[in-house]
């Protein structure tokens, strides 16, 4: 299995734009879970989903961001309009919900909002 | 609300070293806690995962521990080498739901 997918690795955009970070799960996974990582704060869950409904969005910042799963393969996370604060590094993550729930981790989108 | 600490924040160590990574938590009540490696600029890794009811789990020359009513837990790396430089972090799972409260991390640096 090729793993967590994140697309893209890395972002540099202009505060205002609309970004889009996106995430394909390990094949089988029903759990998904959005992470950001800043140093000041270190690793924040944002949102999470089980079987493609999102169940806990209390870690989401603003209503700047939104977090989509339309099927079992596939997510986004959404950021409009993008501001310098909300440049950091953020993961995405997969798992079974039953057994030991071990999360995988994607590689991360290094996002950098000038 | 859970909270997760891990001291300390950075440690260095001569290769060969045995060291003791420490993560404390402020709710008992937990469904399993994972230690997961970071390397620079990349995702995590999880490396062991302990179940509340278990008190250890070993993978080659790492073992956890885990003290459920104490709230902590422990990563000791025997005989440390350079490839084990990463960031680690614990992470606790609470019965209540599915997410995972993260500590801050150590950062390890392992000298040759």
């Known amino acids: 299995d090729a793993g967590v997918i994140q697309s893209p690795r890395h972002e540099v955009t202009e505060m205002g734009q609309e970004v889009t970070l996106r995430c394909k799960p390990i094949?089988?996974?029903?759990?998904l879970f959005w992470y950001r990582q800043t140093m000041m704060r270190g690793l924040e869950l944002l949102i999470y989903?089980?079987?493609?409904?999102?169940?806990?969005d209390s870690g989401m910042p603003e209503d700047r961001f939104s977090a989509k799963m339309p099927n079992a393969s596939f997510s986004t996370l959404k950021i409009q309009p993008s501001e310098p604060r909300d440049s950091a590094v953020y993961f995405c993550?997969?798992?079974?919900?039953?057994?030991?729930?071990?999360?995988?981790f994607g590689p991360g989108t290094r996002l950098t909002v000038l | 609300k859970q909270e997760v600490t891990q001291i300390p924040a950075a440690l260095s160590v001569p290769e060969g070293e045995n060291l003791v990574l420490n993560c404390s938590f402020t709710d008992s009540a937990i469904y399993n806690l994972q230690w997961f490696r970071q390397d620079p600029g990349k995702g995590l890794t999880s490396l062991l995962l302990i179940q509340s009811s278990q008190r250890e789990q070993t993978s080659g020359r790492l073992n956890a521990s885990l003290d459920k009513s104490s709230g902590r837990s422990t990563l000791y790396i025997a005989a440390s080498q350079p490839g084990d430089s990463a960031t680690y972090l614990c992470a606790v799972k609470n019965n209540a739901g599915n997410m995972l409260t993260f500590g801050g991390g150590t950062r390890l640096m392992v000298k040759p």
């Open positions: 993550a997969s798992s079974l919900l039953s057994g030991s729930n071990t999360q995988y």
């Open positions: 989903f089980n079987n493609n409904v999102p169940i806990d």
């Open positions: 094949s089988g996974h029903n759990s």
